[in-house]
C-alpha cells in the first residue's frame, strides 16, 4: 500500500481502538505472502514442539509460540508496512518498540476459552485512558465459521472490575454482556488487524479438522513493559542487515547465536479452557 494512501485511514484506525479496541488493514499483504508465513509458523511449530518449553497452552488443543524474527522471512516487510507504522506511531508515539512475535494455533478440537485480557491494565490506561501496548494479528488461513473464529466484545478494554481474576479474567456472572456485545471475525490470508489486548476476547471451538495459525506481532509505548514477558533475539548478521528504521523500533537482545526460546508468556486462566 504506497505511504500517501495510508493516511486518511490513521484516523480512523484510532477511532476504532479508542473506541472497539479493533481495526484492520484488509489486503494489506497478498495470499502468498501469508502462505509463505504459515509455511514458517508450520516450521516453527514443528521444531517448537519437539523440545521441552518450546510451546505454552493456551486450552485444550491450543498453543502460543514465540519466535526470532530470523523464522519469519516477511518480518521486515510486516514491520515496516506504512499502515503498521503508522498505527504504531499514532497511537504508541514515534519511540514504538516492537517486543513480540509469535503465534497461536488452534488445533481440531480447540474448545472455547474463558473470556479474558492477556495482561492487567496499566495504571496509564485507567488514570488516563491511553493505550499502551497493540497487538497486531495475521491469519494463516482464510478463516471459517467451524474453524473457531476469534471473538471480541467491543468497547470493553476500558472494562476495570476488581472481581477480575488475577485482573484479566472477567467473572462468570458477567459473561452474558460479553456475549451480547460479541463480534466474531472472519480474517483472510492478507488482512492485518490490530487490537489492544485490554479488550476481552476469547479463541472459541475449533470444530474442524483444520488448524486455524494467526501471527502475533506484539508493539508497546516506552516504558510499558511487556517486553519482560518475551524472549526473541536477533543474531549480530541480521540486525546488521535491517534498515535503521526497523533497528530503532526493535527491543530485543542482539546476540552472536539464537537461543530456542523457552515460553515465558504463559496465561494460567486459559489452560484449561472454558472448563
Not at 497452552?57 to 514465540?66: A, I, K, S
Not at 523464522?71 to 504504531?88: A, I, S, T
Not at 540486525?239 to 552472536?256: D, I, M, N, T, Y
Amino acid at each position: 500500500m504506497p505511504e500517501a494512501a495510508i493516511a486518511p485511514h490513521l484516523d480512523s484506525a484510532v477511532q476504532d481502538l479508542y473506541t472497539a479496541g479493533i481495526t484492520a488493514c484488509r489486503g494489506a499483504f497478498t495470499p502468498q505472502w501469508a502462505d509463505m508465513m504459515r509455511e514458517d509458523i508450520d516450521t516453527a511449530f514443528a521444531e517448537a514442539r519437539g523440545r521441552e518449553g518450546g510451546t505454552v497452552g493456551r486450552g485444550p488443543h491450543r498453543y502460543y509460540v514465540e519466535m526470532h524474527p530470523e523464522q519469519m522471512r516477511g518480518f521486515v516487510e510486516l514491520v515496516d508496512h506504512p499502515w503498521v507504522r503508522g498505527v504504531c506511531e499514532t497511537v504508541l508515539g514515534p519511540d514504538y518498540r516492537v517486543v513480540e512475535l509469535g503465534f497461536d494455533i488452534p488445533l481440531a478440537g480447540a474448545v472455547n476459552q474463558p473470556w479474558h485480557r492477556d495482561f492487567p491494565m496499566p495504571d496509564a490506561t485507567r488514570s488516563r485512558r491511553r493505550l499502551t501496548s497493540l497487538a497486531f494479528n495475521l491469519t494463516a488461513v482464510d478463516t471459517r465459521e467451524d474453524m473457531g473464529p476469534f471473538e471480541i466484545a467491543p468497547g470493553t478494554q476500558w472494562d476495570d472490575d476488581i472481581r477480575f481474576g488475577h485482573a484479566m479474567f472477567p467473572p462468570r456472572d458477567t459473561y452474558p454482556r460479553y456475549a451480547g456485545l460479541a463480534e466474531r471475525k472472519y480474517p483472510r490470508r492478507g488482512d492485518i488487524s490490530a487490537r489492544s489486548a485490554l479488550t476481552i476476547h476469547r479463541g472459541t471451538a475449533n470444530h474442524s479438522p483444520d488448524s486455524r495459525p494467526v501471527l502475533v506481532l506484539g508493539v508497546d509505548a516506552p516504558g510499558a513493559g511487556n517486553d519482560a514477558q518475551h524472549a526473541m533475539e536477533v543474531t549480530r548478521s541480521y540486525w546488521a542487515s535491517l534498515p535503521g528504521r526497523v533497528r530503532a523500533h526493535l527491543l530485543c537482545p542482539v546476540v552472536e547465536e539464537l537461543t530456542p526460546i523457552v515460553q515465558k508468556h504463559t496465561i494460567e486462566g486459559l489452560v484449561m479452557g472454558d472448563a
